[in-house]
């Protein structure tokens, strides 16, 4: 095969013409995923809770020349995801991208944890992701339109230390073997699904474990927790053109902060 049709080097993060939908994007990592594949050239559709945050990144999208389109939304509600899906396509056209990454802590030992925290979590962690990535996919196949689809898992997949998030661990391990099984469902139709599990990160989600059991960056090897700016590079590989040939991976960015 000859590398003449590939230029040197073969990268690029140009998203011009694609469409993002990213969940979780009132705050921290959503709040930075957005903007950033809007500075990259896609149309952007954050979706969250809270309307005023999100009007917010609306603003910081389109100062910076970007288009923006908040949905509010909980993403929890079966109807919400079409709504979602619908909302985005009517904007700006076949949504391209999916950013999964809404999610929340159970902060309880498990054999104190109420019915509705275990039904919130499963349900924001796990079942939306499928639910959401399975209605754009959807509309993928239809259109005959490859896509990418990115799923915020955590190394808490990975390693669990007894800190009382025993069911977020469970949901993100699930959000692994989910990204790889949707994979192999969807790779004969040009849909990439990878995952991203970032270590401890500066988020609203951090500063609520900072508060409860303190600041954890002395017992880490590089004694640092990390910027959400960290993030920017591994994302927009996983969603631009360059990461073509990759699917069914869950990139680990954690600092070397967890064993292996």
């Not at 991208?97 to 924001?124: E, F, Q, Y």
């Not at 994302?235 to 869950?250: A, D, H, M, N, R």
């Amino acid at each position: 095969m000859s590398d003449e049709i590939y230029p040197l080097p073969h990268f690029s993060t140009d998203l011009v013409g694609k469409v993002a939908v990213i969940t979780g994007a009132s705050a921290g990592l959503g709040r930075r995923f957005t903007r950033v594949l809007a500075a990259a050239g896609a149309a952007v559709v954050p979706v969250g809770r809270r309307q005023e945050r999100l009007e917010q990144v609306k603003q910081e999208v389109e100062a910076a020349g970007g288009k923006c389109l908040p949905v509010v939304a909980d993403i929890v509600e079966a109807d919400a995801i079409t709504r979602i899906v619908d909302e985005a396509e009517a904007a700006f056209g076949t949504v391209t991208i999916l950013v999964n990454n809404a999610g929340i802590p159970d902060a309880k030992r498990a054999h104190r944890m109420p019915l509705s925290v275990v039904d919130a979590v499963i349900d924001t962690n796990l079942r939306a992701p499928f639910l959401l990535s399975a209605e754009v996919a959807r509309r993928l196949i239809a259109a005959s339109t490859p896509g990418r689809i990115v799923n915020i898992s955590s190394i808490g997949a990975y390693h669990y230390d007894g800190g009382a998030a025993s069911l977020y661990s469970v949901t993100k391990a699930g959000v692994n073997r989910l990204t790889e099984v949707l994979a192999v469902e969807w790779v004969k139709y040009g849909i990439n699904v990878n995952g991203i599990a970032p270590g401890a990160f500066d988020t609203e989600m951090m500063h609520g474990l900072i508060e409860r059991i303190g600041d954890p960056s002395g017992s880490l090897p590089r004694k640092r927790i990390g910027h959400v700016a960290l993030l920017d590079s591994t994302l927009l590989y996983l969603v631009s053109p360059s990461s073509e040939f990759v699917t069914g991976t869950i990139i680990k960015v954690d600092d070397g902060q967890r064993p292996r």
